[in-house]
């Protein structure tokens, strides 16, 4: 079965402090990890897409990074508006959870001036 | 010009009433999904549909219905509610669904609540 944690639950963080947030995932064969970010109050909204093990995304002070069994997304020096839910979720290539994402919990992520 | 628009937003009923949620989607995309996220905030996927194929989560009770008048829009019918319904469903589409991106654009949510 298709399967996404995330860790970890909550994170709080000092503006300019640096941080990873991690997704362990299990599935037949990874077609692609998306992360998205929710608002309070707000549907997700896309960040990236990885395909492979080895690639790597970055937006901004974010950079998602992929292995074969998990993907971090890194946080470099966080500003407050970087406080949100990142939310994980996978894709199976075979056609696990009829090719529906599949997401995990979400790290929330409070960033303090 | 709002992407996907769900309304209402919020929804307060009682227990045994039927009740629907409207959306829509201009983006011209093929593919809408419903998924519904519980206090936890556990995003599960309810369903998706595009004009040819139907597809359910089968762990969805049959109480939940997705209609579509038309590729834009995709609306929840929930038929006796019951207290474990209340969650926040969120509306969503891409274009295409075992193909695409992975980029799917969600709507605000609809906050239902069933007393």
């Known amino acids: 079965e298709d399967q996404v944690t995330q860790s970890p639950e909550a994170l709080r963080l000092q503006e300019g402090e640096s941080s990873s947030l991690n997704c362990s995932y299990t599935?037949?064969?990874?077609?692609?990890l998306f992360w998205y970010r929710q608002d309070p109050g707000k549907g997700p909204e896309f960040l990236f897409t990885?395909?492979?093990a080895g690639e790597e995304k970055e937006k901004e002070r974010l950079k998602a990074t992929l292995t074969k069994k998990e993907s971090f997304l890194h946080i470099t020096a966080p500003k407050p508006e970087d406080s949100a839910t990142y939310l994980c979720?996978?894709?199976?290539?075979?056609?696990?959870?009829?090719?529906?994402?599949?997401f995990g919990k979400g790290t929330k992520l409070s960033v303090k001036p | 010009d709002t992407a996907v628009s769900q309304t209402p937003k919020y929804l307060v009923t009682q227990m045994g009433n039927d009740k629907s949620i409207k959306c829509e989607q201009n983006?011209?995309?093929?593919?809408m999904y419903w998924y519904k996220q519980d206090s936890k905030k556990f995003l599960k996927i309810m369903f998706s549909?595009?004009?040819?194929?139907?597809?359910i989560n089968e762990t969805v009770p049959n109480r939940f219905s997705p209609k579509s008048p038309d590729k834009a829009h995709l609306n929840l019918h929930i038929n006796s509610l019951e207290l474990g319904d209340s969650a926040v469903y969120f509306c969503?589409?891409?274009?295409?669904?075992?193909?695409?991106?992975?980029?799917?654009?969600f709507g605000e949510g609809s906050r239902l609540t069933v007393l």
């Open positions: 599935v037949s064969g990874l077609r692609g």
């Open positions: 990885l395909y492979s």
């Open positions: 969503a589409s891409s274009q295409g669904r075992r193909r695409n991106t992975g980029e799917l654009f």
């Open positions: 549909y595009n004009n040819k194929e139907l597809i």
């Open positions: 983006l011209g995309h093929d593919t």
């Open positions: 979720a996978v894709q199976d290539y075979y056609g696990g959870s009829q090719g529906n994402l599949i």
